[in-house]
């Protein structure tokens, strides 16, 4: 069923939304800031305290709710245009599950605890071993089947050794905060995350909205694409590289978060229509949205708690992914 709204102003109201959105992330939380004061303590930092909360604290979640969000959302439409599979998502490549397991040997070997940047850089660096070790087993195939059963392997694996660190550990506060961190969260995120994350994030979309044109012609089969002039090795390697550099890079600073890349691309697919590029974009500013509507709802629902935000797509996100399946 195609929906009749038009393309512009679809992103136009996506626009809006995610705007006001990161405006209610900067105003919201338990340091009970007025709107005003906020907003005013945010661009002049003449105002002590709140300044500090707002230029150290609050801004550096809501940027990060951003790009998490829009990495999220960009990735699984990428995957599930270039897959032609409505099941795909970040974590089917193993990235999430690998960029998990880096960081919790960072949390199992102390290293983490010596050194504060050590968690999101070996998180990337499991994403980036987990491309390496998917590519390696598809053996450069651009077949979808070869990616997909190499992304399971990998997942498959990951998740054993991170199983296997939990187990292990010798340590009950080292296993908890392992736990908590794989839960995902915004909380206590600083601009040094923000600038970690960035450039892998920037490089990551750059890559994912150049297949937009391939992925429209994929509709019509692999053959036909390629008789259309698109090499579809140079397409996967996009998909696949652009991928791990988003999502590892956005998973390195916040943990696992998952189903935004699964049922943002399926909400908004009925407003672009057969159009898989012109759901990149939709679904890059869908994704930022849910991200921070879901981040204020943890600081809403219970603050004293600190609900984790991947407990929350996930209880959110399951129910409504079986009603779109109903």
């Known amino acids: 069923m195609r929906v009749g709204v038009s393309y512009p102003l679809l992103l136009a109201g996506l626009g809006l939304l995610t705007a006001i959105l990161f405006v209610g992330s900067l105003v919201t939380g338990p ?18 305290a709140a300044s500090i909360v707002m230029q150290e604290i609050r801004l550096p979640r809501a940027i990060l709710g951003v790009l998490i969000g829009a990495s999220l959302g960009l990735s699984g439409a990428a995957l599930q245009g270039y897959l032609r599979n409505p099941l795909a998502e970040p974590g089917l490549l193993g990235i999430s599950a690998s960029a998990s397991l880096g960081a ?19 998180a990337l660096s499991g ?3 987990a491309v390496l070790l998917v590519r390696l087993l598809a053996g450069g195939s651009a077949q979808a089947i070869t990616l997909i ?8 694996f990951a998740g054993a050794m991170t199983s296997l660190v939990l187990n292990l550990s010798p340590n009950p506060f080292a296993a908890l905060e392992i736990v908590f961190w794989m839960l995902g969260s915004l909380k206590d995120r600083s601009m040094t995350h923000v600038w970690l994350a ?10 994912l909205f150049q297949v937009g044109r391939a992925l429209d012609a994929l509709t019509l089969g692999e053959a036909a694409a390629a008789t259309l002039g698109f090499r579809l090795e140079r397409v ?36 672009v229509g057969a159009r898989p590029g012109r759901l990149l974009p939709a679904s890059a500013l869908g ?40």
């Open 104 to 122: 919790v040997l960072a949390i199992y070997t102390g290293l983490s605890a010596a050194f504060a940047l050590a968690l999101p850089l070996m």
């Open 287 to 326: 994704g930022a949205a849910v991200l921070l509507a879901a981040d204020i709802a943890v600081r809403v629902i219970a603050p004293e708690r600190d609900l984790k935000l991947g407990v929350l797509t996930a209880l959110v996100g399951a129910p409504f992914f079986l009603w779109l399946i109903f």
């Open 31 to 48: 340091a009970g800031i007025a709107f005003f004061e906020s907003l005013e303590a945010l661009l002049t930092g003449r105002s002590g």
């Open 198 to 207: 960035l450039p892998f994030i920037l490089v990551g979309w750059t890559m």
């Open 236 to 271: 996967q390697a996009l998909v696949v590289l652009g991928t791990a550099a988003s999502v590892g890079a956005a998973t390195s600073v916040a943990g696992a978060i998952g189903f935004i890349g699964l049922v943002v691309p399926h909400i908004l697919r009925p407003f």
């Open 127 to 129: 994403a980036f071993s």
């Open 149 to 156: 059963l190499a992304g399971v392997a990998v997942t498959s």
